[in-house]
């Protein structure tokens, strides 16, 4: 199935990320997180990648496994860093081989220490020639692109970044799921931008509940993405009592879904980080 038909239901799509994981432990941990959200029916399931795109096989491996043993129809994420156009190929036709049709392409992050990203060896300068070259080799595959309500962090402006966003889209991208973030004002005026600039694909928003602060501060300053001051002192009002900061980052999560829901966005993808318990805790709450 493409995910796609799903997003464009009436009903919002519920979707979570997992991360492949790296030790026998994780890995029998992540068969038992993805057990205990089954039970919410998510319509996918998307699959990084690791650090510099490595871990593709892993990737690969996670995806036929959740739709093999769990049913739920996968989406694996594809990333320009380190991947030639022949490396890329082969990832394609493995995942076509397993049964895996949805992805998610990405140009990746540069490595830890630079600034600046470098293209492999015949491989991809940005996302949008990556999602030409899926949509060119596998046509019938559906393909989601991300999208950053805040801006991505080394774009000039936030208007040079929805160009690059159409871009992506003229090409043939499917679907938008957007980067982590905690204001909903900061989505709906991307939404409406989007919408502007002549978007017309679904735009999904990412929400993240915050189970650490020393965590959520290290993917915000990644990705550009910023806490609300009221948020990040209710945060730090809490910090070093875990289960407390599990209950804030759960209630914002709630609060962000509920009002996302009520504006009529086309579904709701949570980065689980492997984690089911303050998922399970927004489900337990959230009535769609």
């Known amino acids: 199935m493409k995910v796609?038909?799903?997003?464009i239901r009436e009903t919002p799509t519920?979707?979570?990320?997992?991360?492949?994981?790296k030790t026998v432990e994780q890995e029998a941990h992540l068969?038992?997180?993805l057990a205990e959200l089954e039970k919410f029916k998510p319509d996918f399931a998307s699959v990084t990648c690791g650090a510099l795109g490595s871990n593709a096989d892993k990737?690969?491996?996670w995806a036929k496994e959740i739709k093999k043993k769990f049913g739920i129809e996968p989406v694996a994420h594809l990333t320009c860093v380190s991947a030639s156009r022949?490396?890329?190929?082969?990832q394609l036709d493995e995942?076509?081989?397993?049964?895996?049709?949805n992805v998610l392409a990405l140009r990746g992050d540069p490595p830890i220490g630079e600034t600046k990203f470098v293209p492999s060896k015949n491989g991809f300068s940005h996302a949008c020639e990556l999602v030409a070259f899926i949509k060119e080799q596998k046509p019938r595959f559906c393909v989601g692109v991300a999208g950053y309500p805040e801006g991505h962090i080394e774009a000039a402006c936030l208007e040079d970044?929805?160009?690059h966003l159409k871009m992506k889209v003229e090409v043939g991208a499917d679907y938008v799921i957007t980067q982590l973030f905690f204001n909903n004002e900061d989505f709906f005026r991307f939404r409406d931008d989007c919408s502007e600039a002549g978007i017309r694909v679904?735009?999904?928003p990412g929400i993240m509940p915050i189970t650490s602060l020393k965590q959520v501060k290290k993917m915000t300053q990644m990705c550009g993405a910023i806490i609300p001051q009221d948020l990040l002192n209710k945060l730090e009002q809490a910090d070093g009592d875990k289960t407390a900061v599990i209950e804030i980052g759960v209630e914002h999560a709630l609060f962000q879904a509920r009002e996302l829901i009520t504006r009529g966005v086309h579904g709701l993808h949570f980065f689980v980080m492997n984690q089911s318990g303050p998922i399970s805790k927004v489900f337990g709450q959230l009535e769609i």
Do not use: H, R, Y
């Open 95 to 101: 995942l076509e081989k397993v049964g895996v049709s």
């Open 161 to 163: 970044d929805i160009k």
């Open 4 to 7: 796609i038909e799903a997003i």
């Open 59 to 61: 990737t690969i491996f």
């Open 14 to 21: 519920i979707s979570f990320e997992f991360f492949p994981p």
């Open 86 to 90: 022949e490396a890329m190929k082969k």
């Open 31 to 33: 068969f038992e997180v």
């Open 202 to 204: 679904p735009i999904i």
